[in-house]
């Protein structure tokens, strides 16, 4: 049974920061690809950041590179993300997302991706 918990979204003034949360679980492969993608109403889920647990690639979305910043704690199954200068747009419902591999081509792929966790809401005013 593959599980993931999102946490730590909340509330903040334009050019705050936040640190979201993914814990994973039960997941069989040992090397897969987190990643962080937002939608709000009306919208496709969007890419924003991806981590493979292997070599630690990252990849980002030119919307947030430079003031985001994906990492992984294997020890704990978590992956988080670093949001800094937030802005209005940014706010959206963040999910966290599993795959087995981070394919750099096709990472940004919501389609691509076996599990989701439940969102953690991002407001930024």
């Known amino acids: 049974h593959v599980q993931l918990v999102e946490s730590g979204g909340g509330s903040v003034r334009t050019g705050g920061s936040l640190r979201l949360s993914c814990e994973a679980s039960?997941?069989?492969?040992?090397?897969?690809?987190m990643a962080w993608f937002r939608q709000t109403p009306g919208r496709e889920r969007e890419a924003i950041a991806a981590?493979?647990?292997?070599?630690?690639?990252?990849y980002y979305a030119n919307s947030v590179k430079g003031r985001h910043t994906v990492s992984l704690d294997n020890a704990k199954n978590t992956a988080y993300l670093q949001m800094n200068s937030l802005k209005p747009e940014d706010g959206a419902m963040y999910y966290c997302?599993?795959?087995?591999?981070?394919?750099?081509?096709?990472?940004?792929?919501?389609?691509?991706?076996?599990?989701w966790g439940q969102g953690t809401q991002v407001t930024v005013s």
């Open positions: 039960g997941y069989t492969a040992g090397r897969h690809c």
């Open positions: 981590i493979d647990t292997d070599d630690r690639a990252t």
């Open positions: 997302g599993i795959r087995q591999y981070c394919a750099p081509a096709s990472w940004g792929r919501a389609r691509e991706y076996d599990y």
